[in-house]
């Protein structure tokens, strides 16, 4: 019997991660055998390269504005392995995760027995539990998160009530495939029949995947630049500014604390969920909460500030799509001073293009280090091998752990600097701790 919390993640982290053959029908089983908790479950599903978690962070402050009650399941975790699981932002207590894997360990002995591929993976349990957790509670509205792709992913078993995919860039390609349109399909395996899908600024070629699609499934599409618009304001302080206009509203001067001009797409994909899901309901929206809510929403990891002077930052960007954004960022808010990033990367990411986009930056000193990563199938890469893969010209500083990469920089930088710790969520996750006290690590 699993009585304790960490025999409960030792349960969860044990199972396989990935199966041979993608498939559907063993997670649908799994819930079957359950009593299908998800038909009870209404609400958002949100897929995509970048962008996911700051669009369901936005999503869930507009319907709590609503009084509405919120589940969110989201990955990775940032301090804790109970955030995947969170009722207007309150992760579930451990008490309730191990009655739920309580409540599911003797259906996976069974489906271990009996199938032939065996049971279910750590990500088709986790689902599970989100499942019957938010069809417990009961919550009023679900915003659910892709874990990886989205036509074999788990939670697509569900059918909700508005589809998002909000960007597609290269990232898993081992997994999805080695183009645009091969990891656009995937993205848009989550759209339902006759189901409305907000989708954001995508390439041309991963456009016309989410056009066809909407289109055989007779899904309402609505696209960010087309049929709902952005007006970015000069910046105020640690916010961006903007308007919204689109789909019968029209919102101005809203701010949000996520730095970026990604984060403003980010936003405004959520409000055209948001606006979506209330034409459905026939829900009223109140344009002073609308404000408010994007102004209040927080997403850890994301270009947070974690000291102020000297200025320390931690960002999750883990692939090229997310550092070409960040870079963008450092060019346009801190092109006047000098930014030291200490860098980190798994091996199986675009490494060399991410440090190429680094190192490019003129306002950049770049420190190269490396940090644990999650398993020894997924070790980080060796900072000696990216320091080979800067920019001709360029050079990078080399350290063999990040503590000492993040004691010389604090030694060395002026009050007028920035320092920015970036190239994996593992890696942020680490340093956060480091700050802040927390614990564990997820990924990417």
Sequence with gaps: MIDTYSAALAFIHGRTQFKKAPTLSRMRQFLHELGDPQLKVAGIHVAGTNGKGSTVANLRELFMADGLTVGTFTSPFIVRFNERISVDGTPISDEELVGLVQQIQPIVAKLDATLASGGPTEFEIITAMMFLYFAAQPIDIAIIEVGLGGLYDSTNVWTPAVSVITTIGYDHMQILGNTLTAIATQKAGIIKTQVPVIVGKLPAEAQQVMIDTAMSKRAPLRTLGVDFTTKLLPPQGWQERFNFDGLEAHFKDLTTPLLGDYQVDNAAVAIAAYLTYHQATQLPVVTSDVKAAVTATQWPGRFERLNQDPL????????????????ATLSERFGQQTVYVIFAVLADKQHQQMIQTLGALPNVQLRLT???????????????????????GRTAEVFDNWQAALMQTLQEMSSDDALLLTG?????????????????????
Excluded: C, W
Excluded at 435 to 444: I, L, Q, R
């Design 312 to 327: 320390i930052v931690i960002d999750g960007a883990h692939n090229e799509p997310a550092v070409t954004e960040l870079a």
């Design 370 to 392: 490396q940090f644990e990563g999650p398993n020894a199938k997924r070790p980080a890469t060796d900072p000696t091998m990216l320091a080979h893969e800067m920019p001709n």
């Design 424 to 444: 994996s969520l593992y890696f942020i996750s680490d340093v956060r701790a480091y700050f802040k006290d927390g614990s564990d690590s997820e990924t990417d």
